[in-house]
């Protein structure tokens, strides 16, 4: 049975059968090298499934499916791709460990009349830590992954680098290898956005919003931020004068999805105009059919608003990587 192994039960998503529009998008973009159609990926991905933590694992993850506990490892939808990573982190404050050790130190030390030494104390800290291990408590989460194989798109619905960084990192130890490179455009995000708020004009396709951050480039960093402040304001036009430039400005595409771009290149605060969720709904007639919908929606409006957010951005630009 293909991308249907058996998911530890000690990990249940809590929006099992829900799809969960993206809030938060990091882009990269899949090279000539991803050759991968759906049984191929679902067959590595299966070989790398979530598990859950051992006694004496402080972390564990693995792909789970998307709707849930069943089903296959990978949707796909019109040729659009959604899988999801599932990574379980016991929580084991340090302070705890050094309260227990102590207690187990001082009794040492009573037994055999002098101080624990270093090796002694490490030997100690790290018994006590195994033995708590098993009764720390456990947050478990998720990462889904969009990816269009016709546009090369992957997206991670990530609102850091470092869990996104976590998703490549596992999907790569999947495939063996991973054709994916950061997307990088001619313009910088920072600088674009920095002329959009100087002339007050938007890319085509784009309205400015009411949410901005500007940073000095020198030592200090003074760091100003707007929320549902009027951008088009003199002082906006002062601060870049002075030599700020904008590290996140929020934007709204084709008056259907608003987001925050920041100078990384990254998409915030994704928010998806009710009328396409409306639509979603009016296509389901089940559970199932609904989150295929939501899933092909999304998809399709993404596929739509990156290449015209790379135009705005002067086009693609050569990797760093």
Known sequence: MRGTGKISDSFTPQTAGAFMWFRNLQIYRLTDGWQYDVATLQDKMAAHIFRGCGASDMQAR???????????????????????????????????????????????????????????????????????????????????????????????????????????????????????????????????????LATGDAPAGFTIDRDCELRAADEERATVRYTRHDLEASEIAHHIAAGKSATRLALTWQDRISFVLTEQMQLKRLAFLDVLKEESERQAENADELFEADFAIMAGEFAQLLPQLVEALGGEGESNV
């Open 62 to 196: 693995g792909w789970v499916p998307p709707r849930g506990n069943e089903g296959e490892l990978l949707i796909s939808v019109n040729q659009q791709w959604l899988v999801c990573l599932g990574v379980e982190q016991k929580l084991l404050p340090s302070s705890v460990v050094r309260l227990y050790a102590q207690d187990r130190l001082s009794e040492l030390e009573a037994q055999q009349g002098f101080k624990p030494g270093r090796k002694q104390t490490m030997e100690v800290t790290l018994a006590v830590m195994m033995e708590l291990l098993p009764r720390a408590f456990i947050r478990r989460r998720l990462t889904y992954v969009w990816i269009d194989p016709q546009g090369q798109w992957l997206a991670i619905d990530a609102g850091s680098l470092a869990k996104a960084e976590e998703v490549i990192e596992h999907l790569k130890q999947s495939l063996g290898e991973l054709p994916l490179i950061p997307l990088n455009t001619r313009l910088s995000p920072a600088s674009a956005m920095t002329e959009w």
